[in-house]
C-alpha cells in the first residue's frame, strides 16, 4: 500500500510540472509575444513642430523625436510603422495610413480629430481678425466637435478595430493651447485664449468618449502639459514661429515630456 502511495505521489508531481510548463516549473516567466506597433494619426503624432524630421517623409514631416518613435526607441517592437502624417484628418487616416494594420499588430497608436474640426484655420482667424472673429471662429468648431466629429471617430476607429482586431489602441488627445492670466503681454486677448483653450477642453472629452465606447485607451496630455502652456515661461508648444507650419505644435520638449510620458505609461 505504501509503494502505492509513492508511486501515486510521484505520477501527480509529473503531471504538476508537465502542465506547467518548463518555463514555470523551473520559475522563469513566459517571454513576452512581441509587439508589433503601428503609429497613425496627423502632425501631432507624425511630430511637426519638433524638429529633426525623415527626409523620407516628405510633406507628412515624421519627426524622429516624435512620440511613436521615442516609444519605438525604447521598447524595440519587432515591427513598427510609421504613417502619421501632417494634416491628416479622419478621412487621410482611413484612405492612406492603414496599410500597415492586420491580425499580427498588437499596438496601434493615434492622435486625430484636430484637423477635421478645423484647428489650423480657426487659430488663423484668431491671430489675424481679432477676438470678436476668433471667439466665432471658436463656436463653430465647438458645434463640430460636439456634432460632426464622433461620427468621423466612429468611423475611424471601426476601421481600425477590423483591421487590427487583437491591437490594443492607444488614442491621444491634445493639450490645452494657453496658461490664462500667464507671462504673454503680446499675442491674441485672454478672452480669445480662454475660448480656445475651451474648444481644447470639448475636444478631449468628445474623443476619450469615443475611444472608451470602442473599447480602446485613452491619454489625455492635457494633465502632462499643464505648466508648460503658451505664456506660461516653460511652454512645451510653439506660438507663432517659422516654419510657420510648427505654430501650435508641440516642442521636442513636449513629445518627449508630454506625449511620450503618457503614451509610454498605456502601452
Known amino acids: 500500500?505504501?509503494?502505492?502511495?509513492?508511486?501515486?505521489?510521484t505520477a501527480v508531481a509529473a503531471l504538476g510540472v508537465t502542465a506547467l510548463g518548463p518555463a514555470a516549473a523551473s520559475g522563469q516567466e513566459t517571454p513576452a509575444a512581441a509587439v508589433e506597433y503601428v503609429a497613425l494619426g496627423d502632425s501631432y503624432a507624425s511630430g511637426v513642430g519638433a524638429g529633426s524630421y525623415d527626409g523620407g517623409s516628405g510633406d507628412c514631416r515624421r519627426s524622429t523625436v516624435a512620440y511613436p518613435e521615442l516609444w519605438a526607441d525604447a521598447n524595440a517592437p519587432a515591427s513598427f510603422d510609421f504613417t502619421a502624417c501632417s494634416g491628416a484628418r479622419t478621412t487621410d487616416v482611413l484612405n492612406n495610413q492603414l496599410g500597415p494594420l492586420d491580425a499580427n499588430t498588437t499596438l496601434v497608436s493615434i492622435s486625430i480629430g484636430g484637423n477635421d474640426a478645423g484647428f489650423a484655420s480657426t487659430m488663423q482667424t484668431c491671430v489675424l481678425q481679432g477676438t470678436n472673429a476668433c471667439v466665432s471662429a471658436v463656436a463653430t468648431a465647438n458645434t463640430y466637435i460636439t456634432n460632426t466629429l464622433p461620427g468621423r471617430l466612429d468611423?475611424?476607429?471601426?476601421?481600425?478595430s477590423t483591421r487590427a482586431p487583437n491591437a490594443e489602441v492607444v488614442v491621444l488627445g491634445y493639450p490645452r493651447m494657453y496658461e490664462l492670466d500667464g507671462s504673454c503681454w503680446l499675442g491674441i486677448s485672454e478672452r480669445s485664449r480662454a475660448a480656445i483653450n475651451g474648444a481644447a477642453d470639448n475636444l478631449s472629452e468628445v474623443i476619450g468618449k469615443r475611444a472608451a465606447d470602442h473599447g480602446f485607451t485613452y491619454g489625455d496630455v492635457r494633465p502632462a502639459f499643464t505648466g508648460h502652456e503658451i505664456c506660461s515661461g516653460d511652454s512645451w508648444l510653439h506660438s507663432v514661429t517659422w516654419p510657420i507650419g510648427d505654430s501650435y505644435h508641440p516642442t521636442a520638449e513636449g513629445q518627449s515630456g508630454g506625449y511620450y510620458s503618457v503614451f509610454e505609461n498605456l502601452a
Open 1 to 9: 500500500m505504501r509503494r502505492c502511495l509513492t508511486v501515486a505521489a
Open 155 to 160: 468611423t475611424v476607429y471601426e476601421a481600425i
